[in-house]
Each structure stands twice: as structure tokens, then as C-alpha cells.
């Protein structure tokens, strides 16, 4: 289900300004107005051509190419493959044996003279040596680079995830920002001619001052609440510049109108889901499975590992030029774990405890999952039927509310503090319109990390 997002809630403050508007020229007949039925359509367009022409060199950023910019810009992403890419590189060489060692040499050669000829037991040497670890034990090592670098690659797409989400909750926390701040230019508007219209009351003698005061103390407050609005925003708009790898001071615009969506979700689908397609699981159990190869592998470090080596060694001639015999050799080393019960047996607890660990972290991870997504499941449900209730009842109940006192309190039949209480709670509730529907997107955005793919439209 999708939804086109714009000021509709809004737009219905403008009937209410535009009696507001006759209520002043009717107790101010030294006033003149002309009023047409598209003043108000004008005002704003004309409010948002001078907005565009101050931001004609700012571009507008949807949600779509937020996401993208952070995908292909994020350093906190970037580093993360890069690491996944670097294990990746490693498996093969865990599976390949050592380098053999290249062996040259001078053997007995006698110190007094350094001659090759002296003695029959100087001879130069040329050999080759090659370690080799017991069988098995390569394919081992390498499986468990496999699997490490694996699970490195899913947590590159689970960093994806984190990373996405983020940037959702950031846009459209500032597409709310956005929204309040042009609730609050409408109110003070509608509130400043408020106080024209008690200022015009009180000079004909039908009005009191003390509505004047209500109504420039109310502005006051709207005004107050703008600044820290505006703090706000600019705090938002560093931290989604940060997730885009862009300058901290860089303006972000959003634009004034975007689709949402309020799917159907059903808790149980959601949690077989996740449990199935979520990269952190995935990564949970190929680290499993490199768990139970190092345990494998620390079990054959009890089995030694050998050394094999060939060597050929040339003699020269005696002195008198008879010729001596060349010879060769060849010889097989191996380690002796004498030491078994202090190192290859803890060796082996040690990897049996860290698979241990690797289970108890995907049994946690899976219920703190199953937690986050119920909890929600539920908290999406609930903000849904708020902002569903908001749009279609309060909101227009609360419109036709102000506009009979507005109308009762021209002709001095409504108490102007009725009329302030009421504007104000109109305010509120169309400020909480516009948290409650960026509330549903960013619990969307969470539940689409938590389950490990985007929710469907339906």
C-alpha cells in the first residue's frame, strides 16, 4: 500500500486563516482588504517560488538517492567490504604448504687454509627441504578461512542493513522537521492575526486586552519551540551528511512530498523470515562451522608434522688431483608433541569453549531478534491506527471545532480562551500527524533490518 505524502493536514488551516483574515477587516473598518478566493494558493505560491529561488542552487534529496549516496559513499560500509575482500584472500593461502627452503653450504672447511682441496670431508652442499603438516590438516585451515571469510562477506551485507536503516530514520526524521517547521510558520501566522483581531475588538470596546496578551504569549511560545526545532534540524542534517560521506555543513533538502507506505505485517511471518534470510544469522553459522573445524584441527595437532629433504653434496679433488666421490642424502624430520597434556590438550578446550561461545551468540542474537521484532510489530500497529485515526477523525473534528468558535468569537459569542485552547490542540494534533507517520517509516526501516530485506508493499 502506498501513500503520496503532502501537507494535506495543512491545507486545512487555510479556511481558518482566511476567516481569521475577514474577522479582522470586519472590527477594523479603517483596514482594506481584497480578498480573493485564490489570496491564500497565491501567498504560498509565491512563499515557495521565493523558497526555490533562494535554494535553486541546492539540490533536493530523495529517499531513494539517500540511500543510494550511502551505499556507494559510506566509509564505515567501504571499510567493512574492504576487510571482507582482504579474508576473502586467504583461504588459498591456508590450503597451500609451506614454501620449501633452498639450502647452500660450505661444510668442514678447514679454518687454517679455507682450501677445498685440504681435506676429504669439505664439500659444498646444495639441498631442498619441504615441511608437510600431518594430513589433514591443510584442507582444515583452509575450510576455516572458507568460513571466516564467508561469514566477513555477510557481515558486509548486514552492515547494509544497519546502514540503510540508519539513513531511512534520518530522512525522515528531517522530512519532519520539515513539516513541523511549516506548521509553525502557518500557526504563527494564524495566531499573529488572532492578536490583529483582538487588538481591533479591544479598540472598538468589544474585546479585552488580556486576549491580546494570551494570544502574543502563545506566539512567543511557537516561536521558541521553532528555534529548537531548527536546532534540531541542524543536527539531523550533519548526521545524515555523515552516513553520505559528505561535508558536515552541507544543506540537505528534502522534498515536500514523498511516498510512504503502510504495509500489513504479520509478526510470525516476519520472525521465520529473519530467522531464514537475516545476513547476521548466516554469518552465525558459518562461524559455527569454522568453530567445529578449529576444534578438528586443534584434535590432529596431537599427530606430528614432518620435514622431508634431499641434498647433494660436491667434493673436489685431493691435492694430487684423484678425484673424490660426490654424495647424497636424504632425510625426514618430524615434531614430537611430548608435550601434549599442557599444549594440544588445551588447545583443544580452548576451541571447544570458543564454539560454545559461537552457539550461546546465534541462540542470543536470535532471541533478542525475535524480541525486537515483536515488540515492533506491535508499536508499528498502534502509531498505524494513530495516524489513521488523526487523519480521518481528530484532525477534521478539531478543524470544524475552530472554525465555529473562530466564527462565534467575531460576533463576540465565543470566549476567546476557548478559541486559543482550541487553535493550540489543532496545532498539536497535526504536529503529532506528522510524528506519528514519520514514527510508522522509521519503525518500518527497523523492521526491515531486523527481518533482512524490505518489507512488502501489499
Known sequence: MFFVICPSPLCRAYLARAMVTVGLALFSPSLVFHISADIF?????????ET???????????????????????????????????MAAVPSQEGTLPD??????????????????????????VGVSQEIPFP????????IAEQEALAAADSVDEARLRLVREVKQSWWRLFYYDRALNLLDESEHF???????????????????????LAQLELSKLKDEKLNLVIMRHSQNARIN????????TSVQ????????????????????????????????????????KVDLAQKGFYPDFTVGAYYDARQNTPSGQSRSDFASVQLSMNVPIYADRKQAKAVDQRQSELLQAQYALHDDHRKIQAEIAAK?????????????????????????????????????????????????????QTQYWQALTNTQQILAELSAEVGEELSHD
Open 136 to 143: 589433514g590438516k591443510l584442507a582444515l585451515r583452509e575450510k
Open 377 to 429: 510489530a506491535v508499536e508499528y500497529q498502534q502509531t498505524k491506527e494513530k495516524l489513521l485515526l488523526l487523519e480521518h477523525e481528530i484532525i477534521p473534528q478539531a478543524q470544524q471545532a475552530v472554525n465555529s468558535l473562530l466564527a462565534g468569537y467575531q460576533v463576540s459569542q465565543t470566549d476567546f480562551t476557548d478559541l486559543l485552547r482550541t487553535q493550540l490542540s489543532f496545532f498539536q494534533y
Open 52 to 86: 526555490q529561488l533562494v535554494n535553486r542552487d541546492e539540490s533536493i534529496l530523495t529517499f531513494d538517492q539517500a540511500i543510494e549516496l550511502a551505499l556507494t559513499g559510506n566509509p564505515g560500509l567501504a571499510e567493512i567490504r574492504a576487510r571482507a575482500e582482504a
Open 254 to 293: 528534502i522534498p515536500a512530498e514523498a511516498e510512504f507506505k503502510l504495509p500489513v505485517i504479520v509478526e510470525s511471518a516476519l520472525q521465520d523470515k529473519a530467522l531464514h534470510i537475516r545476513p547476521l544469522f548466516a554469518q552465525h553459522r558459518k562461524m559455527l562451522d569454522a568453530g567445529l573445524a
Open 191 to 213: 495566531f499573529q492575526q488572532l492578536i490583529d483581531i483582538a487588538q481591533a475588538k479591544y479598540k472598538v470596546g468589544k474585546g479585552s486586552q488580556q486576549d491580546v496578551l
Open 41 to 49: 494558493h497565491l501567498g504560498w505560491a509565491e512563499a515557495r517560488a
Open 242 to 249: 555523515a552516513l553520505l560521506d559528505r561535508a558536515a555543513e
Open 100 to 125: 620449501p627452503t633452498l639450502r647452500f653450504g660450505a661444510l668442514y672447511l678447514p679454518t687454517s687454509s679455507f682450501n677445498l682441496h685440504q681435506d676429504d670431508f669439505t664439500m659444498m652442499e
